[in-house]
């Protein structure tokens, strides 16, 4: 299993300002994946973020919005840039060991921007 | 392209059986996932298929048919703390086999009632 946390856990953020969160995994993991859950709604993947490798954005969302980075195997930031109200969302870190067919989800990131 | 269809929402009585269908259309299936979703909470794994056939697992069972692209999960002796979201996911291989990412469906509503 994967053991998966995330900072921080909600914020109260500005029109135009950019957040980054972190999401940190309690073992080394190659595939790690960035997904967006609006009020009501089911998850969204955003991007998949394998390190040593430049991340792979879905269609709808880019890297000038959506910054990535994965320096190692158990951490990776993901920025929203330039917010606006409808960047309001749980934003979800996900991680696949590989091996096993289970992906492992962090607790979240409830974002609200005024 | 990649579709994957649940009900929005399914009501049902405690002790009761119930079934959530999801039907789903993708370019490079590896695999189908059901996670549960509590409010406010993260999903958590709940089966997986990728050859035919029903997988059981305690009061949960899931099942799933390739050739129709059909999957069903199946829940028995219904308690109240079953009420949640369920959420459908199927693993994509991704262009080149390069990604193990989970497109989710739109997610079920199910409400226990007593």
């Known amino acids: 299993s994967a053991v998966i946390s995330q900072k921080p856990s909600r914020d109260i953020c500005q029109r135009g300002t950019s957040l980054t969160i972190q999401c940190q995994v309690d073992s080394q993991v190659t595939m790690m994946f960035w997904y967006r859950q609006q009020p009501g709604q089911s998850l969204t993947l955003i991007a998949t973020a394998n390190q040593g490798s430049e991340a792979t954005y879905e269609s709808g969302f880019v890297i000038d919005k959506f910054p990535i980075s994965r320096p190692n195997l158990t951490f990776s930031t993901l920025t929203v840039s330039n917010m606006s109200p409808e960047d309001s969302s749980i934003y979800l870190c996900?991680?696949?060991?590989?091996?096993?067919?289970?992906?492992?989800f962090g607790p979240g990131t409830r974002l609200t921007v005024l | 392209g990649q579709n994957i269809d649940q009900p929005t929402e399914m009501t049902a009585t405690e002790g009761a059986i119930v079934q959530i269908n999801c039907t789903y259309q993708?370019?490079?299936?590896?695999?189908l996932f059901w996670y549960q979703q509590h409010a406010g909470e993260a999903p958590t794994f709940l089966s997986y298929n990728v050859l035919d056939g029903l997988e059981e697992k305690g009061r949960f069972s899931s099942f799933l048919s390739r050739s129709k692209g059909y999957s069903y999960l199946l829940l028995k002796e219904l308690q109240m703390k079953d009420s949640a979201s369920y959420l459908c996911a199927v693993r994509d291989w991704g262009y080149g086999g390069a990604t193990n990412k989970l497109i989710f469906g739109t997610g079920t509503l199910l409400a226990v009632q007593p």
């Open positions: 996900s991680v696949d060991p590989g091996g096993i067919n289970e992906q492992f």
């Open positions: 993708t370019s490079g299936f590896n695999g």
